[in-house]
Every structure is written in C-alpha cells, then in structure tokens.
Nanobody, 126 residues
Framework: VQLQASGGGLVQPGGSLRLSCAAS????????IGWFRQAPGKEREGILC????????LSVDSVKGRFTASVNNANDTVYLQMNNLKPEDSGVYYC????????????????????WGKGTLVTVSS
C-alpha cells in the first residue's frame, strides 16, 4: 500500500493550491481518504474526509467553503482543492486511508487511519 501526497508549495494569501493523494494497493471503493495537516510545533490536525463509496465528505469549520475534495477514478487519486488560502493553513499536509469506507464523525482522529503517506509542504505567505 502506498499513499503519496503532492502538490504543495508557496502561495500568497488568497491564492489556491490543489493537492493530490495518489493511492496504490488499496481500493478507494472501500477506503475513505482523510486529509490532515501539521504546523510546526503542533499536532497533526484532521481537516477533511472524502469517501468515494459512501459519497460523503466531512470537513472542519475552518476549511468549510474553501477546501473541497474530489477523485479521479482513472488513476486512483484524491484531490484536495484549497481556495482562499490563509497563513494559518500553512503546514505539512498528509493523506491517510481509512478502511471504514465511510467518513465517520471521528474522521479527525489519526487513529482511524490504517495507512499514511509522506506529506507535502504548504506555505501561505506574502
């Protein structure tokens, strides 16, 4: 199983980025994908969960209306579209796979996730 997050970079406040989570070795029909971020000196924070099979997406209030998720079935990649970025969105972003297939209310808990990929750094700064 391999998850690889990519697409991070430096962006100005108000800008956009699209992160990718390429999944291999798992079936996205039975795994939900969670997005987490970790700022320096802080714990890993869950921000959004996307379930292809359950057709539900859950997200924390701080990203609602700005971050959305989607999937490319052709290459088993889940995307995180981030708009109107703020400096507090900076951090290393990770994706995790949850075999529960559905996004549950405790999607922000790192313990739900069976697999993790390496992160990608997002810096929002002018």
């Amino acid at each position: 199983v391999q998850l690889q997050a990519s697409g991070g970079g430096l962006v100005q406040p108000g800008g956009s980025l699209r992160l990718s989570c390429a999944a291999s070795g798992i079936n996205l029909d039975v795994y939900a994908i969670g997005w987490f971020r970790q700022a320096p000196g802080k714990e890993r924070e869950g921000i959004l969960c996307f379930s292809k099979s359950g057709r539900n997406t859950l997200s924390v209030d701080s990203v609602k209306g700005r971050f959305t998720a989607s999937v490319n079935n052709a290459n088993d990649t889940v995307y995180l579209q981030m708009n109107n970025l703020k400096p507090e969105d900076s951090g290393v972003y990770y994706c995790g796979a949850d075999g529960g297939s559905f996004c549950y209310r405790d999607y922000v808990s790192v313990d739900r996730y069976d697999y993790w990929g390496k992160g990608t750094l997002v810096t929002v700064s002018s």
